[in-house]
Every structure is written in C-alpha cells, then in structure tokens.
C-alpha cells in the first residue's frame, strides 16, 4: 500500500533552517508529481511546493519562493523540502502528498511533520 | 492567489442532504476541470474526496459528488452519517503550476 512518511520537523529558532524529508513506498515513485502542503496551527491548508515525476521542474508558492526549495531522489524514493530563513509564521504540520495525475488534486497524503519556529 | 472562498460552517440532519461551495476566479476554478474535495479530521491527513471535478477514487462512497458552474465549485454531501462530521477543503489548479485551497468548512452533523 501506498506509504507516506514525513521526518525532520521539530521547533527551529527564526532565521535557522530546517530539512524535512519523506520517504515514499508501495508505489512507482517516479512515475508522479509530488507536493508539500502545510496547514499552520487551527488554520486552512496552504499549497507550498510541487516538483514533477523526473524531478525536472520545480515550483513554489509566493509565500516561500526564495527560502524553501523542493526536491526529490528518485533513486532512493524521497522527496526533501529545504526550509531557510525560517519565520514565525512557517510554523505548520507539512504533509508530503502525492498527485493524482499531472494537475489534478492530491490522492495520497503523509501523517504531516510540524515545524515549529519560535525563539 | 488568493484562497477559495467557502462558508465557515454548514450542517445538516441525519439522512439529509447538505451543499458545500467553492468559489474562485476564473483563474483557478472556472479556468480548469481540476477541482478536487478533501475530508479532514482533527489531527488527521485529509482524504480525497474528488477530484477533477466530478471523479471519486475508490473506496469513497457515491454519497459524495462533486460539481462545478462557472467559478464555483461544489460539494454535496448525501445521506448525511455522524461520521460526516469533519471539516472539509476545496483546491483547485490556479495555472502556472500553482494550486490554491479554499479556507475550508466544518461540517455539523446534526
């Protein structure tokens, strides 16, 4: 079965990074786009990043182009998310979802790992 | 982007029906068939409800049903459950390789 497992997360002082990391099993990992997407405490969820099946393209939301960079290993079925110059208002649990298919909506989903950025 | 407007709250009776919406620009749900619903429980990752507007993955039950006119986008809930009770999420493809959420609905199963 598919399995989406998230590490890394933990409390991070402001300005410090942080790597998250997940580890993918019970599927052809290269064959699908993967995502981050991060749901800040009580709050909504908030796309961040997708990066395509070959890992050939990458995108971010506005709110995090420039600090936070997404990417994946094909070769050991992972897919990292680099978070630098973290701020408050980072702090969210961050799922790595799989895609449906190129565009269409998110069928697989981890526990989440939270982040938590205070001084 | 902005996110997709839904109603904070929404409830219904056991057994009936209840109508969830989704509105976006033409931008992100009335510009594409990639619509998709997630169910969230508390402490929970959401599940997929449908996507592309109208489709359900297996193993989700046809009481759920996707739709969408112009830029709105909807969800219908039928043959309401207590397990129903659960917030839920719109999100759809906003172009150029970004996808916007809408600022979910908690759902009152009455």
């Known amino acids: 079965q598919v399995q989406l497992v998230e590490s890394g997360g933990g409390v991070v002082q402001p300005g410090r990074p942080l790597r998250l990391s997940c580890a993918a099993s019970g599927f052809t990992f290269r064959s699908y786009g993967m995502h981050w997407v991060r749901q800040a405490p009580g709050k909504g969820l908030e796309w961040v990043a997708v990066?395509?099946?070959?890992?050939?393209?990458?995108y971010h939301a506005d709110s995090v182009k420039g600090r936070i960079t997404i990417s994946r290993d094909n070769s050991k079925n992972t897919l990292d998310l680099q978070m630098n110059s973290l701020r408050a208002e980072d702090t969210a649990v961050y799922f790595c979802v799989r895609e449906v298919g190129p565009f269409s909506g998110f069928d697989y989903w981890g526990q989440g790992a939270l982040v938590t950025v205070r001084s | 982007q902005s996110a997709l407007t839904q109603p904070p709250s929404a409830s219904g009776s056991l057994g009936q029906s209840v109508t969830i919406s989704c509105t976006g620009t033409s931008s992100d749900v009335g510009g594409h068939k990639y619509v998709s619903w997630y169910q969230q429980y508390p402490g929970k990752a959401p599940k997929l409800l449908t996507y592309?507007?109208?489709k359900r993955p297996s193993g989700v039950p046809d009481r759920f049903s996707g739709s969408k006119s112009g830029n709105t986008a909807s969800l219908t809930v039928s043959g309401l459950q207590a397990e129903d009770e659960a917030d839920y999420y719109c999100?759809?493809?906003?172009?150029?390789?970004?996808?916007?959420f809408g600022g979910g609905t908690k759902l009152t199963v009455l």
């Open positions: 592309e507007v109208s």
């Open positions: 999100s759809s493809y906003a172009g150029s390789n970004n996808w916007v």
């Open positions: 990066i395509w099946n070959d890992g050939s393209n990458q």
